[in-house]
């Protein structure tokens, strides 16, 4: 079987493209919270950052990270493990659940493949406000249940293995067919990186479906 064919994205595609998505969901969500999924979506989040602000606030929205692995072997995984079950490497902490209370927390990662790892994020953190909401009365529980939404800079178009729930709303710079994506921050030599992207571009691959 062939090797699946790369696509080498730049920085500036991916600035290009969160730009593109940070009106919608500034319209629709409202951030005040970003949670990155290290390490793709540290890069993106920083990005958002610059064209979204605090919507009661005005002020840069903080970024939290967390820390989960799909694909990377890790110490103490087993081949087993490596892409087919979501490794916690970094959480955000012990009071994790009381720091989202409240908040309209966007998710962001780099690339939606398998969903396994968001649904994983979005269904850990919805459990760690649980179980904050159920140590406040019960009529303060509704305005301090916590809101997520989710954004990545890429959606590749197919089968997912997970879901995410369906008030959870989703949103993706660009849906792609399934390629494999080389991002930018993983070059080890950038202008070899950015030489191959100004190739495959002249060549004018298709990279989007409609």
């Known amino acids: 079987m062939a090797a699946p064919e790369h696509i080498h994205l730049t920085y500036n595609d991916i ?5 593109a998505s940070a009106s919608k969901i500034a319209a629709e ?27 009661s606030t005005k002020r840069n929205i903080p970024i939290h990270a967390i820390g989960l692995s799909l694909y990377e072997s890790l110490p103490g995984t087993t081949a087993e493990q490596i892409g087919s079950q979501v490794i916690r490497t970094q959480w955000l902490g012990p009071d994790s659940g009381k720091t989202l209370l409240g908040r309209r927390c966007l998710i962001v990662d ?16 919805q459990s760690d406000v649980e179980r904050e909401l159920a140590k406040l ?10 809101k997520f939404a989710v954004f990545v800079v890429h959606n590749k178009l197919k089968e997912k293995l997970a879901s995410l729930p369906p008030d959870v709303p989703y949103y993706a710079g660009e849906n792609v067919d399934d390629y494999w994506l080389d991002y930018p921050w993983e070059a080890s030599d950038i202008d070899e990186h950015d030489r191959l992207a100004a190739e495959e571009k002249a060549s004018k691959k298709p990279t989007e479906s409609s």
Do not use: C, N, Q, W
């Not at 009365?137 to 249940?145: D, I, L, N, V, W």
């Open 29 to 55: 969500f409202k951030p005040d919270m970003f949670i990155a999924i290290g390490g793709g979506g540290f890069f993106p989040a920083r990005v958002m950052r610059t064209f979204l602000k605090d919507p």
């Open 137 to 146: 009365p019960e009529s303060e529980r509704e305005a301090k249940r916590t």
């Open 110 to 125: 780099e690339v939606d493949d398998s969903r396994k790892t968001l649904h994983y994020a979005v269904s850990e953190l």
């Open 15 to 19: 600035h290009k493209l969160i730009e």
